[in-house]
């Protein structure tokens, strides 16, 4: 059982161009979240989706966007890139119904530079 | 506003005990995260408190104070691979999950 799978593990990418960063998890678990993790600051949430078919905004949602077809999949699409979203990002689920009190378990992380 | 505040940096050796402090001012409260995070690696969950008190789990013990708005993670026999971040977590009212910059722990021989 792989859990979290995060692709790529890093990428350096040209301001203005499109991205999208991939999330897969394995657990069957009903909510997934995106964050972003800056040095000197805690985790910010960026979108959420606490089951197939819904999404909800995040702390720092601009210039960002999901979507969530299935269970296990939940991608997440920087339109145009720019330099204040490099950052290292993570996906995380949790089972049930995507309660704040669930335990979150997380994926190995996108290390993303935007020159 | 809301806030969650731990100390940058620690240092310990190993095989002493070290205390992570929390502190956190958030609009209501519906329980505490403690998470561990190796450098380059992912959060990984170490414990959740709601109620007051001390809640143990092997060599690591997580402590609650609703009323002070303080908590707690208790390392014993502190060993070189205990050396990562240590990130706490707040539910608030809303249920929304407000995290603390983390506390980075160092641990020498």
């Known amino acids: 059982i792989a859990g979290i799978t995060q692709a790529p593990t890093s990428q350096i990418l040209a301001a203005g161009r499109r991205m999208t960063l991939r999330c897969t998890q394995d657990?069957?678990?009903?909510?997934m979240y995106w964050y972003r993790q800056d040095l000197g600051l805690g985790l910010r949430l960026i979108h959420y989706?606490?089951?197939?078919?819904?999404?909800g905004k995040g702390e720092v949602p601009d210039g960002y966007s999901v979507s969530r077809a299935n269970t296990d999949d939940f991608p997440l699409t920087l339109a145009s890139a720019v330099p204040s979203q490099t950052s290292v990002y993570f996906c995380?689920?949790?089972?049930?119904?995507?309660?704040?009190?669930?335990?979150?378990?997380f994926g190995p992380g996108t290390r993303l530079t935007v020159l | 506003g809301q806030n969650i505040d731990q100390p940058t940096e620690m240092t310990a050796t190993e095989g002493a005990i070290v205390q992570i402090n929390c502190t956190y001012q958030?609009?209501?409260?519906?329980?505490l995260f403690w998470y561990q995070q190796h450098a380059g690696e992912a959060p990984t969950f170490l414990s959740y408190?709601?109620l007051d008190g001390l809640e143990e789990k092997g060599r690591f013990s997580s402590f609650l104070s609703r009323s002070k708005g303080y908590s707690y993670l208790l390392l014993k026999e502190l060993q070189m691979k205990d050396s990562a971040s240590y990130l706490c977590a707040v539910v608030d009212s809303n249920y929304q999950l407000i995290w603390g910059a983390g506390t980075k722990l160092i641990i020498k021989p």
């Open positions: 995380a689920s949790s089972d049930g119904g995507g309660q704040s009190t669930d335990t979150q378990y």
């Open positions: 408190n709601v």
């Open positions: 989706s606490n089951t197939a078919g819904t999404t």
């Open positions: 958030t609009s209501g409260f519906n329980g």
């Open positions: 657990m069957r678990h009903n909510a």
